[in-house]
């Protein structure tokens, strides 16, 4: 049988109660400043679906490749020979964590070329087992 693990990424679930959260606070007070309520459930609307919508809530990492699964069912698939690069860099959102930058997923939608994902042990062990070119490590 073939080893396939799923991880759900942490920091998508963070984000998502961030904007969750903001959406509330702008209903909360909806009856006291409508003007500015409603700004704010507008961008913490637009931000949580663009969240879900762009970077991925979870991966599956196997010995035939990775798949990133992003909001809405859609997910993108890669094949470890047909990876041109994985880079180890430092998160955007969060400088003291790091994530792996991996490209290029085959897609008709431009958007999901590279897909971020949290690096963590369990990360690291299996793509240094199944990704056969050398990791690159920025910053």
Known sequence: MKESKLFL???WVFWIGIFSVLILL???TLS??????????????ICLLGYVFLFPNSYRIGEKGITVYYGFGIKTTAKWNE??????????AFPWMREYHIGYFK???PLWEEACIPKNK?????IEKYYKKTI???G
């Open 26 to 28: 702008g209903i909360y």
């Open 32 to 45: 006291e400043e409508l003007t500015t309520s409603t700004i704010i459930i507008v961008i913490g609307c």
């Open 107 to 109: 897609k008709a939608f």
């Open 83 to 92: 990876l041109r690069t994985i880079e180890d860099h430092y998160c955007r």
């Open 122 to 126: 369990k990360t690291t062990v299996l």
């Open 136 to 138: 690159e490590k920025y």
């Open 9 to 11: 990424n942490k920091r």
